[in-house]
Protein backbone atom coordinates (compact mmCIF):
# COMPACT_ATOMS: atom_id res chain seq x y z
CA UNK A 1 0.00 0.00 0.00
CA UNK A 2 2.69 2.46 0.99
CA UNK A 3 4.19 1.68 -2.40
CA UNK A 4 1.46 2.66 -4.27
CA UNK A 5 1.07 5.56 -2.33
CA UNK A 6 4.33 6.64 -3.50
CA UNK A 7 4.34 5.46 -6.75
CA UNK A 8 4.98 8.78 -9.49
CA UNK A 9 1.85 8.48 -11.96
CA UNK A 10 2.35 10.41 -15.15
CA UNK A 11 -0.34 13.57 -15.44
CA UNK A 12 -2.40 11.95 -18.41
CA UNK A 13 -2.82 8.59 -16.65
CA UNK A 14 -4.02 10.69 -13.49
CA UNK A 15 -6.02 12.80 -15.44
CA UNK A 16 -7.76 10.03 -17.15
CA UNK A 17 -8.60 8.03 -13.96
CA UNK A 18 -9.87 11.98 -11.78
CA UNK A 19 -11.97 12.23 -15.05
CA UNK A 20 -13.64 8.52 -14.60
CA UNK A 21 -14.06 8.40 -10.85
CA UNK A 22 -15.86 11.58 -11.98
CA UNK A 23 -18.59 10.38 -13.96
CA UNK A 24 -18.81 7.63 -12.10
CA UNK A 25 -19.40 8.84 -8.64
CA UNK A 26 -20.58 12.50 -8.80
CA UNK A 27 -22.26 12.63 -12.23
CA UNK A 28 -24.81 9.73 -12.00
CA UNK A 29 -28.14 11.55 -11.73
CA UNK A 30 -26.98 13.68 -14.51
CA UNK A 31 -26.34 10.77 -16.78
CA UNK A 32 -30.03 9.62 -15.21
CA UNK A 33 -31.33 12.35 -16.23
CA UNK A 34 -30.78 12.20 -19.86
CA UNK A 35 -31.91 8.89 -19.98
CA UNK A 36 -34.94 9.31 -18.47
CA UNK A 37 -35.64 12.68 -20.69
CA UNK A 38 -34.33 12.00 -23.97
CA UNK A 39 -37.16 12.49 -26.34
CA UNK A 40 -35.70 10.92 -29.75
CA UNK A 41 -35.92 7.20 -30.42
CA UNK A 42 -33.61 4.82 -31.75
CA UNK A 43 -30.03 4.91 -32.22
CA UNK A 44 -30.59 8.95 -32.27
CA UNK A 45 -31.11 8.37 -28.41
CA UNK A 46 -28.24 6.10 -28.00
CA UNK A 47 -25.83 8.85 -29.61
CA UNK A 48 -27.04 11.57 -27.31
CA UNK A 49 -26.48 9.42 -23.98
CA UNK A 50 -22.56 7.92 -25.78
CA UNK A 51 -22.04 12.25 -26.62
CA UNK A 52 -22.92 13.31 -22.98
CA UNK A 53 -20.86 10.44 -21.54
CA UNK A 54 -18.18 11.16 -23.47
CA UNK A 55 -18.51 14.99 -23.77
CA UNK A 56 -18.23 14.58 -19.63
CA UNK A 57 -15.37 13.16 -20.02
CA UNK A 58 -13.92 15.40 -22.70
CA UNK A 59 -14.34 18.71 -20.94
CA UNK A 60 -13.32 17.30 -17.15
CA UNK A 61 -10.24 15.66 -18.45
CA UNK A 62 -9.18 19.07 -20.38
CA UNK A 63 -10.55 21.13 -17.29
CA UNK A 64 -8.52 19.32 -14.59
CA UNK A 65 -5.01 18.75 -17.09
CA UNK A 66 -4.99 22.30 -16.87
CA UNK A 67 -5.87 22.63 -13.05
CA UNK A 68 -3.19 20.41 -12.19
CA UNK A 69 -0.55 21.55 -15.38
CA UNK A 70 -1.13 25.21 -14.31
CA UNK A 71 -1.60 25.31 -10.02
CA UNK A 72 0.42 21.88 -9.35
CA UNK A 73 0.11 21.19 -5.58
CA UNK A 74 -2.80 24.07 -5.32
CA UNK A 75 -4.69 22.50 -8.58
CA UNK A 76 -4.58 18.91 -6.24
CA UNK A 77 -6.10 20.94 -3.35
CA UNK A 78 -8.51 22.14 -5.63
CA UNK A 79 -9.49 19.03 -7.08
CA UNK A 80 -9.79 17.62 -3.44
CA UNK A 81 -12.34 19.80 -2.75
CA UNK A 82 -14.18 19.36 -5.47
CA UNK A 83 -14.52 15.77 -4.42
CA UNK A 84 -15.70 16.56 -1.31
CA UNK A 85 -18.45 19.32 -2.22
CA UNK A 86 -19.45 17.04 -5.12
CA UNK A 87 -20.30 14.20 -2.74
CA UNK A 88 -22.10 16.17 -0.51
CA UNK A 89 -24.11 17.23 -4.11
CA UNK A 90 -24.97 14.55 -4.79
CA UNK A 91 -26.41 13.33 -1.91
CA UNK A 92 -28.47 15.93 -1.66
CA UNK A 93 -29.54 15.46 -5.34
CA UNK A 94 -30.80 11.87 -4.79
CA UNK A 95 -31.96 12.29 -1.20
CA UNK A 96 -33.91 15.42 -1.92
CA UNK A 97 -34.17 15.57 -6.09
CA UNK A 98 -33.06 18.34 -6.08
CA UNK A 99 -30.31 20.02 -8.33
CA UNK A 100 -27.32 22.88 -7.84
CA UNK A 101 -28.81 25.98 -9.98
CA UNK A 102 -28.63 29.12 -8.69
CA UNK A 103 -31.23 29.78 -7.12
CA UNK A 104 -30.65 26.44 -4.52
CA UNK A 105 -26.78 27.87 -4.20
CA UNK A 106 -28.11 31.29 -3.28
CA UNK A 107 -30.76 29.21 -0.27
CA UNK A 108 -27.01 27.25 0.58
CA UNK A 109 -25.55 30.81 1.11
CA UNK A 110 -28.27 32.04 2.70
CA UNK A 111 -28.44 29.36 5.30
CA UNK A 112 -27.40 29.71 8.77
CA UNK A 113 -25.84 26.86 10.82
CA UNK A 114 -28.84 26.17 12.80
CA UNK A 115 -31.37 25.53 10.28
CA UNK A 116 -28.40 23.66 8.18
CA UNK A 117 -27.80 21.30 11.10
CA UNK A 118 -31.12 19.89 10.59
CA UNK A 119 -29.23 17.53 7.47
CA UNK A 120 -26.82 16.43 9.56
CA UNK A 121 -27.15 12.44 9.41
CA UNK A 122 -25.04 9.16 9.82
CA UNK A 123 -25.65 8.47 6.12
CA UNK A 124 -24.67 11.91 5.18
CA UNK A 125 -21.44 11.58 7.40
CA UNK A 126 -20.48 8.29 5.85
CA UNK A 127 -21.24 9.24 2.06
CA UNK A 128 -18.94 12.13 2.51
CA UNK A 129 -16.11 10.01 4.03
CA UNK A 130 -16.14 7.00 1.20
CA UNK A 131 -17.02 9.64 -1.96
CA UNK A 132 -15.82 12.27 -0.92
CA UNK A 133 -12.60 12.94 1.73
CA UNK A 134 -10.89 9.42 0.56
CA UNK A 135 -10.82 10.59 -2.76
CA UNK A 136 -9.91 14.14 -1.77
CA UNK A 137 -7.03 12.13 0.74
CA UNK A 138 -5.83 10.20 -3.18
CA UNK A 139 -5.84 13.14 -4.67
CA UNK A 140 -3.68 15.12 -2.34
CA UNK A 141 -1.15 12.40 -1.69
CA UNK A 142 -0.16 10.93 -5.11
CA UNK A 143 2.51 11.74 -6.83
CA UNK A 144 2.25 13.22 -10.08
CA UNK A 145 4.84 13.58 -13.54
CA UNK A 146 3.07 16.84 -14.63
CA UNK A 147 5.26 16.36 -18.12
CA UNK A 148 6.38 19.52 -20.61
CA UNK A 149 4.33 22.58 -22.22
CA UNK A 150 4.43 20.07 -25.65
CA UNK A 151 2.29 17.48 -24.00
CA UNK A 152 0.17 20.14 -22.58
CA UNK A 153 -0.63 21.81 -25.92
CA UNK A 154 -1.06 17.95 -27.40
CA UNK A 155 -3.51 17.57 -24.71
CA UNK A 156 -5.42 20.63 -25.01
CA UNK A 157 -5.83 20.42 -28.63
CA UNK A 158 -7.18 17.24 -29.08
CA UNK A 159 -9.94 17.45 -26.19
CA UNK A 160 -11.08 20.76 -28.25
CA UNK A 161 -11.22 19.10 -31.20
CA UNK A 162 -12.50 15.66 -29.45
CA UNK A 163 -15.51 18.19 -27.93
CA UNK A 164 -16.20 20.31 -31.11
CA UNK A 165 -17.05 16.84 -32.83
CA UNK A 166 -19.13 15.64 -29.83
CA UNK A 167 -20.60 19.02 -30.36
CA UNK A 168 -21.50 18.81 -33.77
CA UNK A 169 -22.66 15.05 -34.12
CA UNK A 170 -25.69 16.70 -31.54
CA UNK A 171 -26.21 19.86 -33.25
CA UNK A 172 -29.54 18.79 -34.42
CA UNK A 173 -30.78 18.65 -30.46
CA UNK A 174 -30.19 21.92 -29.98
CA UNK A 175 -33.55 22.40 -29.01
CA UNK A 176 -33.78 19.48 -26.43
CA UNK A 177 -30.56 21.03 -24.88
CA UNK A 178 -32.42 24.75 -24.12
CA UNK A 179 -35.03 22.86 -23.29
CA UNK A 180 -33.35 21.09 -20.36
CA UNK A 181 -30.40 23.36 -19.83
CA UNK A 182 -31.34 24.65 -16.55
CA UNK A 183 -31.66 21.04 -15.14
CA UNK A 184 -28.40 19.85 -16.85
CA UNK A 185 -26.17 22.87 -15.91
CA UNK A 186 -27.59 22.05 -12.18
CA UNK A 187 -27.16 18.28 -11.88
CA UNK A 188 -23.36 18.44 -13.64
CA UNK A 189 -20.73 18.16 -11.22
CA UNK A 190 -18.30 19.97 -10.36
CA UNK A 191 -19.07 22.56 -12.81
CA UNK A 192 -22.90 23.19 -11.44
CA UNK A 193 -22.12 24.77 -8.20
CA UNK A 194 -18.86 26.12 -9.30
CA UNK A 195 -20.32 28.38 -12.32
CA UNK A 196 -23.38 29.13 -10.10
CA UNK A 197 -21.37 30.34 -7.25
CA UNK A 198 -19.57 32.71 -9.60
CA UNK A 199 -23.06 33.80 -10.44
CA UNK A 200 -24.58 34.13 -7.09
CA UNK A 201 -21.12 36.18 -6.17
CA UNK A 202 -21.36 38.54 -9.68
CA UNK A 203 -24.90 39.19 -8.36
CA UNK A 204 -24.39 39.76 -5.09
CA UNK A 205 -21.62 42.33 -5.87
CA UNK A 206 -24.36 44.27 -7.64
CA UNK A 207 -26.78 43.95 -4.92
CA UNK A 208 -23.88 46.74 -3.03
CA UNK A 209 -25.52 49.22 -5.50
CA UNK A 210 -27.52 51.34 -3.38
CA UNK A 211 -31.45 50.50 -3.49
CA UNK A 212 -33.52 52.29 -6.33
CA UNK A 213 -35.39 55.29 -4.15
CA UNK A 214 -39.18 55.27 -4.74
CA UNK A 215 -40.77 59.08 -5.81
CA UNK A 216 -42.04 60.29 -2.17
CA UNK A 217 -45.40 58.87 -1.08
CA UNK A 218 -47.81 61.29 0.51
CA UNK A 219 -50.09 60.67 3.07
CA UNK A 220 -54.13 61.56 2.11
CA UNK A 221 -55.35 61.01 5.72
CA UNK A 222 -54.52 61.10 9.31
CA UNK A 223 -56.82 58.09 10.34
CA UNK A 224 -54.58 56.26 13.39
CA UNK A 225 -54.03 53.37 11.28
CA UNK A 226 -52.78 49.42 12.13
CA UNK A 227 -51.09 46.99 9.16
CA UNK A 228 -48.99 43.61 10.71
CA UNK A 229 -47.94 41.61 7.74
CA UNK A 230 -46.83 38.53 8.96
CA UNK A 231 -44.47 36.73 6.33
CA UNK A 232 -44.79 33.31 6.43
CA UNK A 233 -41.61 30.08 5.66
CA UNK A 234 -42.86 27.70 3.03
CA UNK A 235 -46.20 27.29 3.75
CA UNK A 236 -48.32 25.96 1.25
CA UNK A 237 -51.67 26.39 0.43
CA UNK A 238 -52.40 22.32 0.33
CA UNK A 239 -52.26 21.89 4.01
CA UNK A 240 -54.63 24.51 4.98
CA UNK A 241 -57.87 23.54 5.96
CA UNK A 242 -59.19 27.17 5.13
CA UNK A 243 -58.43 26.00 1.30
CA UNK A 244 -59.83 22.53 0.93
CA UNK A 245 -57.28 20.34 3.13
CA UNK A 246 -59.16 17.60 4.72
CA UNK A 247 -57.22 17.70 8.20
CA UNK A 248 -58.43 20.56 10.46
CA UNK A 249 -55.31 22.49 10.37
CA UNK A 250 -57.15 25.65 10.81
CA UNK A 251 -59.45 25.26 13.74
CA UNK A 252 -59.06 29.03 15.13
CA UNK A 253 -58.78 30.82 12.50
CA UNK A 254 -62.25 28.97 10.77
CA UNK A 255 -64.09 30.95 13.09
CA UNK A 256 -62.86 34.33 12.96
CA UNK A 257 -65.35 36.87 11.19
CA UNK A 258 -63.72 39.30 8.58
CA UNK A 259 -61.53 36.58 7.04
CA UNK A 260 -60.46 36.61 3.48
CA UNK A 261 -58.82 33.38 1.95
CA UNK A 262 -57.24 34.50 -1.08
CA UNK A 263 -55.74 32.35 -3.93
CA UNK A 264 -52.45 33.01 -4.97
CA UNK A 265 -48.83 32.13 -5.69
CA UNK A 266 -45.59 32.89 -4.87
CA UNK A 267 -43.30 34.83 -7.31
CA UNK A 268 -40.00 32.52 -6.64
CA UNK A 269 -39.54 28.79 -4.67
CA UNK A 270 -37.13 30.13 -2.31
CA UNK A 271 -37.03 32.60 0.76
CA UNK A 272 -34.55 35.42 -0.76
CA UNK A 273 -36.78 35.99 -4.10
CA UNK A 274 -40.02 35.36 -1.95
CA UNK A 275 -39.24 37.92 0.14
CA UNK A 276 -38.10 40.41 -1.84
CA UNK A 277 -41.38 39.62 -3.90
CA UNK A 278 -43.30 40.49 -0.92
CA UNK A 279 -41.66 44.00 -0.20
CA UNK A 280 -41.31 45.74 -3.35
CA UNK A 281 -44.05 47.19 -5.33
CA UNK A 282 -43.47 45.53 -8.71
CA UNK A 283 -41.29 42.75 -10.43
CA UNK A 284 -37.94 43.15 -11.20
CA UNK A 285 -34.51 42.35 -10.71
CA UNK A 286 -33.05 45.51 -9.45
CA UNK A 287 -33.07 46.35 -6.10
CA UNK A 288 -35.93 49.17 -5.64
CA UNK A 289 -36.80 51.04 -2.17
CA UNK A 290 -38.63 47.98 -0.28
CA UNK A 291 -41.67 48.69 1.78
CA UNK A 292 -40.63 49.09 5.28
CA UNK A 293 -38.21 51.38 4.02
CA UNK A 294 -40.25 53.70 2.03
CA UNK A 295 -42.79 53.56 4.48
CA UNK A 296 -40.33 54.35 7.48
CA UNK A 297 -38.98 57.11 5.20
CA UNK A 298 -42.92 58.85 4.79
CA UNK A 299 -42.53 58.81 8.69
CA UNK A 300 -44.64 55.47 9.33
CA UNK A 301 -43.82 53.63 12.23
CA UNK A 302 -41.97 50.70 11.61
CA UNK A 303 -41.41 47.62 13.49
CA UNK A 304 -39.86 44.38 12.35
CA UNK A 305 -39.33 41.20 14.10
CA UNK A 306 -37.86 38.16 12.81
CA UNK A 307 -37.00 34.51 13.58
CA UNK A 308 -35.39 34.32 9.58
CA UNK A 309 -33.23 35.58 6.98
CA UNK A 310 -32.67 36.01 3.58
CA UNK A 311 -34.75 39.58 3.26
CA UNK A 312 -33.04 42.81 0.93
CA UNK A 313 -31.15 45.44 3.76
CA UNK A 314 -33.77 47.09 5.72
CA UNK A 315 -33.74 50.54 6.87
CA UNK A 316 -35.32 51.24 9.95
CA UNK A 317 -34.37 51.52 13.70
CA UNK A 318 -36.87 48.92 15.66
CA UNK A 319 -35.23 45.83 13.66
CA UNK A 320 -34.79 42.75 16.07
CA UNK A 321 -34.23 39.12 15.54
CA UNK A 322 -35.80 36.38 17.17
CA UNK A 323 -32.53 35.85 19.72
CA UNK A 324 -32.06 39.48 20.94
CA UNK A 325 -35.85 39.55 21.61
CA UNK A 326 -35.78 36.49 23.82
CA UNK A 327 -33.02 38.01 25.61
CA UNK A 328 -34.70 41.48 26.09
CA UNK A 329 -37.73 39.58 27.79
CA UNK A 330 -35.49 37.28 29.71
CA UNK A 331 -36.50 33.93 27.88
CA UNK A 332 -33.52 31.19 28.31
CA UNK A 333 -36.30 28.49 27.87
CA UNK A 334 -36.58 26.87 24.06
CA UNK A 335 -37.91 29.44 22.12
CA UNK A 336 -40.45 29.44 18.99
CA UNK A 337 -42.14 31.82 16.88
CA UNK A 338 -44.89 32.79 19.12
CA UNK A 339 -42.12 35.48 20.76
CA UNK A 340 -42.49 37.22 17.83
CA UNK A 341 -46.42 38.11 18.95
CA UNK A 342 -45.23 39.40 22.27
CA UNK A 343 -46.23 42.28 23.67
CA UNK A 344 -47.76 43.41 19.90
CA UNK A 345 -50.09 45.13 21.67
CA UNK A 346 -48.33 47.52 23.95
CA UNK A 347 -46.04 48.58 21.08
CA UNK A 348 -48.85 49.43 19.02
CA UNK A 349 -49.98 51.82 21.91
CA UNK A 350 -46.96 53.59 23.24
CA UNK A 351 -46.53 54.53 19.16
CA UNK A 352 -47.07 58.10 18.82
CA UNK A 353 -47.21 57.94 15.41
CA UNK A 354 -50.63 58.07 13.33
CA UNK A 355 -49.57 54.90 11.38
CA UNK A 356 -48.23 51.91 11.95
CA UNK A 357 -46.75 49.04 10.10
CA UNK A 358 -45.61 45.66 12.47
CA UNK A 359 -44.03 43.30 9.99
CA UNK A 360 -43.31 39.72 11.11
CA UNK A 361 -41.14 37.22 9.70
CA UNK A 362 -41.85 33.58 10.73
CA UNK A 363 -39.80 30.20 10.07
CA UNK A 364 -42.13 28.12 11.51
CA UNK A 365 -42.82 25.63 8.65
CA UNK A 366 -38.94 25.71 7.09
CA UNK A 367 -37.84 21.52 6.73
CA UNK A 368 -36.66 19.41 7.02
CA UNK A 369 -37.13 19.60 10.70
CA UNK A 370 -40.56 20.64 11.15
CA UNK A 371 -41.28 18.85 14.31
CA UNK A 372 -38.63 21.07 16.26
CA UNK A 373 -40.56 24.37 14.80
CA UNK A 374 -43.68 24.09 17.28
CA UNK A 375 -43.73 23.80 20.41
CA UNK A 376 -44.67 20.20 21.92
CA UNK A 377 -48.78 20.99 22.64
CA UNK A 378 -49.08 21.55 19.31
CA UNK A 379 -48.20 17.82 18.10
CA UNK A 380 -51.78 16.70 17.34
CA UNK A 381 -50.89 14.69 14.50
CA UNK A 382 -48.95 12.01 14.90
CA UNK A 383 -46.48 10.14 15.01
CA UNK A 384 -43.58 12.53 13.55
CA UNK A 385 -40.29 11.87 11.70
CA UNK A 386 -37.42 13.19 13.97
CA UNK A 387 -35.02 13.17 11.24
CA UNK A 388 -34.12 13.34 7.46
CA UNK A 389 -33.83 9.46 7.23
CA UNK A 390 -37.02 9.13 8.87
CA UNK A 391 -38.68 11.08 6.37
CA UNK A 392 -37.69 9.28 3.99
CA UNK A 393 -38.88 5.78 5.23
CA UNK A 394 -42.28 7.48 6.55
CA UNK A 395 -43.35 10.38 4.46
CA UNK A 396 -46.88 10.43 6.55
CA UNK A 397 -44.72 11.24 9.21
CA UNK A 398 -43.50 14.02 7.56
CA UNK A 399 -46.78 15.36 6.44
CA UNK A 400 -47.58 14.98 10.06
CA UNK A 401 -44.93 17.21 11.58
CA UNK A 402 -45.87 19.67 8.83
CA UNK A 403 -49.16 19.47 9.45
CA UNK A 404 -48.55 20.33 12.96
CA UNK A 405 -46.67 23.41 12.43
CA UNK A 406 -49.51 24.71 10.27
CA UNK A 407 -51.64 24.19 13.45
CA UNK A 408 -49.24 26.06 15.24
CA UNK A 409 -49.52 29.13 12.54
CA UNK A 410 -53.28 29.15 12.89
CA UNK A 411 -52.93 29.19 17.02
CA UNK A 412 -50.22 32.71 16.39
CA UNK A 413 -52.60 34.43 14.11
CA UNK A 414 -55.73 34.02 15.81
CA UNK A 415 -53.97 35.19 18.86
CA UNK A 416 -53.19 37.79 16.63
CA UNK A 417 -56.29 38.80 15.62
CA UNK A 418 -57.72 39.11 19.00
CA UNK A 419 -55.43 40.82 19.92
CA UNK A 420 -55.69 43.52 17.31
CA UNK A 421 -59.72 43.21 17.87
CA UNK A 422 -58.97 44.86 21.30
CA UNK A 423 -57.18 47.67 19.80
CA UNK A 424 -59.87 50.51 19.74
CA UNK A 425 -58.63 53.82 18.55
CA UNK A 426 -56.75 52.42 15.72
CA UNK A 427 -58.01 51.07 12.66
CA UNK A 428 -56.64 47.50 12.45
CA UNK A 429 -55.52 44.45 9.33
CA UNK A 430 -53.23 41.79 9.29
CA UNK A 431 -51.93 39.82 6.00
CA UNK A 432 -50.70 36.61 6.31
CA UNK A 433 -48.53 35.19 3.16
CA UNK A 434 -45.80 32.55 2.54
CA UNK A 435 -42.59 33.23 1.16
CA UNK A 436 -43.07 29.85 -1.32
CA UNK A 437 -44.64 26.12 -0.60
CA UNK A 438 -42.95 23.14 0.48
CA UNK A 439 -42.72 19.93 -1.43
CA UNK A 440 -43.58 16.86 1.20
CA UNK A 441 -42.63 13.91 -1.33
CA UNK A 442 -44.81 14.25 -4.04
CA UNK A 443 -42.92 13.05 -7.15
CA UNK A 444 -40.01 12.21 -4.91
CA UNK A 445 -39.09 15.88 -3.94
CA UNK A 446 -39.04 17.52 -0.89
CA UNK A 447 -38.47 20.85 0.67
CA UNK A 448 -38.26 23.82 -2.40
CA UNK A 449 -36.00 25.56 -4.47
CA UNK A 450 -36.82 24.18 -7.94
CA UNK A 451 -36.51 26.68 -10.59
CA UNK A 452 -40.18 28.35 -11.00
CA UNK A 453 -40.40 27.37 -14.86
CA UNK A 454 -40.48 23.48 -13.51
CA UNK A 455 -41.76 23.47 -10.40
CA UNK A 456 -44.79 21.91 -8.81
CA UNK A 457 -47.38 23.80 -7.30
CA UNK A 458 -46.56 22.68 -3.78
CA UNK A 459 -44.01 24.80 -4.16
CA UNK A 460 -45.64 28.00 -5.31
CA UNK A 461 -49.57 27.55 -3.94
CA UNK A 462 -49.35 29.88 -1.07
CA UNK A 463 -51.83 30.98 1.80
CA UNK A 464 -52.87 34.51 1.56
CA UNK A 465 -54.86 35.44 4.11
CA UNK A 466 -56.29 39.13 5.01
CA UNK A 467 -58.47 39.96 8.18
CA UNK A 468 -59.83 43.57 8.95
CA UNK A 469 -61.82 45.04 11.66
CA UNK A 470 -64.32 46.37 9.39
CA UNK A 471 -64.16 49.30 10.31
CA UNK A 472 -62.59 51.20 7.76
CA UNK A 473 -62.04 50.55 4.41
CA UNK A 474 -63.78 47.77 2.16
CA UNK A 475 -62.06 44.63 1.11
CA UNK A 476 -61.90 44.20 -2.38
CA UNK A 477 -62.26 39.91 -3.62
CA UNK A 478 -59.76 39.67 -6.20
CA UNK A 479 -61.36 37.46 -9.20
CA UNK A 480 -58.81 35.57 -10.26
CA UNK A 481 -55.69 33.97 -8.06
CA UNK A 482 -52.53 36.64 -7.31
CA UNK A 483 -48.91 36.84 -6.15
CA UNK A 484 -47.57 38.27 -3.64
CA UNK A 485 -46.95 42.08 -5.68
CA UNK A 486 -50.46 42.75 -3.96
CA UNK A 487 -49.18 43.22 -0.29
CA UNK A 488 -47.06 46.59 -0.91
CA UNK A 489 -50.02 48.54 -2.74
CA UNK A 490 -52.73 46.91 -0.48
CA UNK A 491 -50.35 48.11 2.91
CA UNK A 492 -49.59 51.19 1.03
CA UNK A 493 -53.87 52.21 0.82
CA UNK A 494 -54.68 50.41 4.22
CA UNK A 495 -52.07 53.21 6.09
CA UNK A 496 -53.69 55.94 3.79
CA UNK A 497 -50.95 56.97 1.39
CA UNK A 498 -50.63 57.56 -2.50
CA UNK A 499 -47.85 57.91 -4.74
CA UNK A 500 -46.95 58.01 -8.24
CA UNK A 501 -45.79 53.90 -8.26
CA UNK A 502 -48.87 53.15 -6.52
CA UNK A 503 -51.35 50.43 -8.51
CA UNK A 504 -54.60 51.32 -7.32
CA UNK A 505 -55.38 47.31 -9.65
CA UNK A 506 -53.19 45.76 -7.31
CA UNK A 507 -54.49 46.76 -3.91
CA UNK A 508 -57.13 44.58 -1.92
CA UNK A 509 -58.92 47.46 -0.29
Not at 69 to 87: M, Y
Not at 372 to 391: D, G, I, L, M, R
Not at 479 to 491: C, L
Request: charged share 20%.
Amino acid sequence: MKKIWQQEIKLPLFVTILSVLNVLLYNIPFLQFIVNHAEMEGITRIILIISFIALLFTINFLAFYLILFLLRPIGKALIAVFSILSAICVYFIITYHTMMDESMLGNVFNTRYSEASNFFTWGLVLWVIFLGIIPAVWICRQKIAYGNWKTLGGVCGGSIVATAILILININQVLWIGKYDTELGGLVMPWSYTVNTCRIWSHHLDKQQKEIILDDAQMVNHDRSVMVLVIGESARKANFSLYGYPRNTNPLLSEVDNLHVLEATSCATYTTAGVKSILEYKPTKKLYEILPNYLYRAGVDVVWRTSNWGEPPVHIEDYINRKNLAKQLNIKDKIYDEILFHGIKERIEQSDKEKVLIILHTSTSHGPDYQSQYPPSFEKFTPVCNNVEEAQKNRDMLINAYDNSILYTDWMLRGLIDTLQTIRDRHCAMIYVSDHGESLGENELYMHGVPMKMAPREQYEIPFIVWTDNSYLTFRQPENSIDQHYVFHSILRWLGFDSPIYNEETSLF
